[in-house]
């Protein structure tokens, strides 16, 4: 089995690298390519892979191109991982928005519509590239901004193209975990956009212990989001919220730690990153000591800011025994490769199964996997709210998608002034401007 890394010069690849050496199963993953555009990226992290590879029994045999089509050609699975624009355009994503006012973060509010306004359009082409030399192929997306990006690669690729994200699954574990319940064992109903969805149930032996979890203090306080959300707010919800729900229900509070800090959550990883790729090139004989000490501390800081908003203290280990989105990625290649059927969370078509939603939204939600792909579960419904929120930004996205695609500024401008998270079309159209203006691939949208 071939597996083809876009984005392979990224920073996460060790994790999914890692994931595939754990594999010792037939019909595993074999071969993996790497391709980025940045050379010198993709060398640094393939002297990751080399050091990592050199304590495994029959690893993965990696090569690395900059050619997009040669990369895909032949390929069983692919994943996307792209961050266009880079680092730097993650910068200004934030930069731009809090200057105005409002939240800037990668993948929530302006911040994300600015990203996909620059993503979309580099999806896409990369969504005709794999119809046209690899239509077979699967193809699993964590480019985020996740639901968005699936959803404008749909047309190209139908429901090969999956999307993918760690945090419903780490909510899932979480919670049941402190409900001293197997996390493998569980049926999580949660449901929602990717970074905007709810855990409304967690059945296990046909019961759900949901309502057990947000009646003990001591079990809400015992994993991150029951200290983000409190437990006060949390038995009000009746769910428990994605951790980027904290910059909905807490945004007033958000946006000030966040205009707060000295450096955006951007900017420190530009820093951080930009000397582990340069220290790398100088020293490649220390690149996965380099990788390992670079990502504690990217691990450590992770949404710091709405940690001390909540006062929720020291973040959990990120169970790495369990695995991140690196494993939600595993677990779906090995259920489509073997026909294994896996239930996971994944971003798909909504099919009907959330009937505020039209049957093309792309929804997060608990799917079936086996050898035809991903099918969505029956789950609850959402409550007025839940939907009120998923529809009002399912209409940003679609705005978004619909702006990079047509180049058009009218939609660009709705789908900023429609965020629930910027309060005023006027710093709708300032915040398009002002993208306009610092972002190289959005002055098309300038008046
Ligand atoms: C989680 C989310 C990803 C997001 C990442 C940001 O893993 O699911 O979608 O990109 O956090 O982490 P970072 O360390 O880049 O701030
Ligand atoms: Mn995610």
């Not at 404008?152 to 419903?168: E, K, Q, T």
């Not at 983000?228 to 994605?242: C, Q, T, V, Y």
């Not at 779906?332 to 969370?345: D, K, Q, T, V, W």
């Not at 792309?362 to 029956?378: S, Y």
């Amino acid at each position: 089995m071939k597996l083809t890394i876009l984005g392979g010069g990224g920073f996460r690849v060790p994790l999914v690298y890692h994931a595939l050496l754990g594999d010792r199963g037939s019909g595993r993953i074999t071969s993996v390519v790497l391709y980025d555009a940045d050379p010198s990226r993709l060398s640094a992290v393939a002297a990751v892979l080399r050091q990592q590879a050199a304590a495994a029994l029959d690893p993965p045999v990696v090569t690395a191109t900059t050619d997009l089509d040669d990369a895909l050609r032949g390929a069983d699975f692919v994943f996307s991982a792209i961050r266009v624009g880079g680092l730097e355009g993650r910068t200004v994503d934030e930069r731009v928005a809090l200057d105005l006012g409002v939240l800037g973060q990668e993948t929530v509010g302006a911040g994300g519509i600015a990203y996909g306004l620059r993503t979309l359009p580099v999806a896409v082409q990369i969504a005709q590239r794999i119809a046209a030399v690899a239509p077979d192929a699967w193809t699993i997306n964590f480019t985020n901004p996740a639901g968005m990006v699936t959803e404008a690669m749909i047309p190209y690729l139908g429901d090969r193209v999956i999307g993918i994200c760690d945090s419903p699954s780490g909510l899932g574990r979480r919670a049941a975990a402190a409900l001293g319940v197997d996390p493998s064992t569980a049926f999580y109903d949660y449901a929602g956009l990717n970074h905007l969805g709810w855990l409304r149930g967690l059945r296990s032996e046909g019961v759900d212990r949901l309502p057990d979890l947000l009646q003990s203090a001591d079990a809400l306080t015992s994993f991150e989001e029951g200290r983000l959300f409190g437990a006060d707010w949390l038995r009000s919800l009746g769910a428990i919220p994605n951790e980027y729900l904290h910059y909905y229900y807490f945004a007033r509070e958000t946006l000030a730690a966040v205009q707060g800090v000295r450096q955006t959550r951007g900017a420190f990883l530009l820093e951080q990153q930009a000397a582990f790729y340069a220290e790398t090139g100088e020293h490649p004989e220390q690149a996965l000591e380099l990788w390992q000490k670079t990502r504690a501390e990217r691990e450590a800081t992770y949404m710091v800011e709405s940690r001390e908003v909540a006062d929720a203290g020291e973040r959990d280990e990120r169970d790495m025994a369990a695995g991140g989105y690196e494993q939600v990625a595993l677990s779906l290649m090995r259920a489509i490769a073997h026909n294994e059927r896996a239930s996971l969370i994944l971003n798909v078509r909504n099919r009907g199964t959330l009937r505020h939603l039209d049957d093309d939204a792309v929804v997060e939600i608990p799917c079936t996997v086996d050898a035809n792909g991903a099918l969505p579960v029956t789950v609850s419904q959402l409550t007025d709210h839940q939907a009120g929120l998923v529809c009002a930004v399912k209409a940003v996205e679609r705005s978004t998608i619909e702006a990079a695609g047509a180049g058009s500024r009218s939609a660009a401008l709705r789908a900023f002034a429609w965020h629930p998270l910027v309060d005023s079309a006027t710093v709708g159209r300032r915040l398009l401007d002002a993208y306009a203006d610092h972002l190289p691939g959005l002055a098309r949208f300038r008046a």
